[in-house]
């Protein structure tokens, strides 16, 4: 089918992928909690993006540069670490009697798309993983050039989005407790600013 193989066992190996606690099932839980459902949503619209960015790249084989590129690797790397760093810094520099939300609510919705955006494409970890997964399940003999590379990537972003969704709408119920109360809001921001610069150190040592 349109150069694919065993579309059933990419499906399932994809849906136990999404399912798997990762750095982008982190930061949609931790706006869903400090901002509310429609903050989470817009991160899974920007992880969802970014994802679509990787997609497109393995389609046309740019993501091999990063694959075969220290320089390239260590620079996208180093970015999307000092990235992290910067929202773990803000977050706990953020007024310990309320969650972390800009003034400017048309702001917010924007910057949180932007910061999932930019968390996911800043990963070079996440562009192999699509050039080492996605070829697995492409007929070697596939005719029909990067159609096959869309059409598994975008099975894999409607699996995934679902399952995001799905976190954001059970963890934002949160929301309204913390809100409630000023301590339990500084221990939130504490614990999201930790995670990301947590995030940042980890994708700085990681290695291709």
């Given at each position: ?46 992880i ?33 670490a000092?990235?992290?760093?910067y929202l773990?810094i ?59 590379f ?10 995934g ?11 934002s ?36």
């Amino acid at each position: 089918m349109f150069g694919i193989v065993h579309y059933e066992m990419f499906l399932i190996a994809g849906i136990i992928l999404n399912i798997t606690p990762g750095s982008d099932t982190i930061y949609i839980l931790s706006r869903s909690i400090a901002q509310g459902r429609k903050a989470g949503i817009y991160s899974v619209l920007g992880i969802t993006a970014g994802c679509a960015v990787h997609t497109v790249l393995a389609a046309l084989g740019l993501s091999v540069i990063l694959a075969q590129s220290a320089l390239a690797f260590m620079l996208v790397k180093t970015a999307g670490a000092l990235y992290l760093a910067y929202l773990g810094i803000t977050t706990l520099l953020a007024k310990n009697s309320t969650l972390v939300s800009p003034t400017d609510q048309v702001m917010s919705i924007r910057e949180t798309f932007l910061q999932g955006l930019l968390t996911n494409v800043l990963n070079p970890k996440v562009a192999l993983f699509f050039i080492s997964f996605l070829p697995q399940f492409i007929d070697p003999q596939n005719n029909y050039g990067i159609v096959p590379f869309i059409l598994l990537g975008i099975t894999f972003l409607t699996t995934g989005t679902l399952w995001c969704l799905f976190l954001v709408f059970g963890s934002s119920r949160v929301t309204v407790l913390l809100r409630q109360s000023s301590k339990a809001a500084a221990r939130m921001n504490k614990i999201c600013g930790g995670i990301y610069l947590l995030l940042g150190v980890k994708l700085l040592t990681a290695e291709r």
